[in-house]
């Protein structure tokens, strides 16, 4: 069971370039969620989905855009890379849950393994 | 969005002794609020879910308590050991959706 797999795990780029990044999740979870890790921050949620075909904005959108084709994948798009945008990034899924939101509330979330990157 | 202050940002405790940290959110809009262990080079992990005002969870030598109507959370390690070593996050939901964590407490025990 693989659980939340992101690619890739590592990337350099150049100021200006465009790259994606890949979460995909096996286990049937409705909820995803992109967030940045830096110094001394913890996590910022950048944008998340409630469902294939969602999305909606975090606390730190600009410069990312997001999309969910597909119940398991949510990509993060950086369309011209800056600086500011090394960090590493972590994505995340959960289940909806069921019924009443005491439900909802304690579906914990799963994280992948990260992707640190670097824009120079 | 929802303010979530951890504090302190950081804590170096001897090994064999006790330390606690804190959680503090708007008390209105509550949910939820997890917690998660953070080890470095790794991912964050759930140690605990808390919904009602009141609750009190343990996990071996780590509990948590929750106050809704005040608005924090305190994690409790007894008998701190090098193995608990880590950044320990909150998370409280302020809707089902969206999930704000808070910086951290970043632990050290020293052997």
Known sequence: NAGVTQTPKFRVLKTGQSMTLLCA???????????RQDPGM??????????????????????YNVSRLKK????LGLESAAPS???VYFCAS?????????????NIQYFGAGTRLSVL | IL?????PQSLHVQ???????????PSSNFYALHWYRWETAKSPEALFVMTLNGDEKKKGRISATLNTKEGYSYLYIKGSQPEDSATYLCAPYSSASKIIFGSGTRLSIRP
């Open chain 1, 94 to 106: 959960r289940p909806q849950g069921q019924g009443a939101w005491s439900g909802l509330a304690k």
């Open chain 1, 85 to 87: 945008q090394t960090s």
């Open chain 1, 25 to 35: 999740q096996d286990m049937n979870h409705e909820y995803m969620y992109w967030y």
């Open chain 1, 42 to 63: 913890g996590l910022r949620l950048i944008h998340y989905s409630v469902g294939e075909g969602t999305t909606a904005k975090g606390e730190v959108p600009d410069g």
């Open chain 1, 72 to 75: 398991q994948n949510f990509l």
């Open chain 2, 15 to 25: 090994e064999g002794d006790s330390t606690n940290f804190t959680c503090s959110f």
């Open chain 2, 3 to 7: 303010n979530v202050e951890q504090s």
